[in-house]
């Protein structure tokens, strides 16, 4: 049997969190590496750290925004309204079938 899951995401877009996820892990190693060797701006790399933790995540949504934006394609990082996906023109999309 072939079990290949499929990803509702494009390659671009796990690649873009992935590397975000990673850039933060790797700055808390290092921020914890300088601190056990007691480097002096250590905490300079802590503070770097936590801004990262914050800026890397809202510019992957950025990019992520888009990116589905220009391929005229719904994405988690749409504005949805009242959870009703938008179209590309600023259009409500009827998601809902008609009785």
């Known amino acids: 049997m072939d079990n290949k899951m499929e990803s509702k995401y494009t390659k671009g877009q796990r690649v873009a969190a992935m590397v975000c996820v990673i850039i933060i892990v790797l700055m808390y190693i290092s921020t914890v590496v300088f601190a056990l060797l007691k480097f002096d701006w250590a905490k300079y790399m802590l503070r770097v750290s936590l801004g990262c933790t914050l800026v890397l995540p809202i510019l ?3 990019y ?12 988690i990082a749409d504005f949805d309204i009242a959870g009703h996906p938008t ?3 600023g259009l409500v999309v009827n998601t809902k079938e008609e009785e």
Not at 64 to 75: A, D, E, N
């Open 60 to 62: 992957a949504w950025i």
């Open 64 to 75: 992520i925004w888009m990116i589905g934006k220009l391929t005229h394609r719904h994405t």
């Open 87 to 89: 179209n590309h023109d």
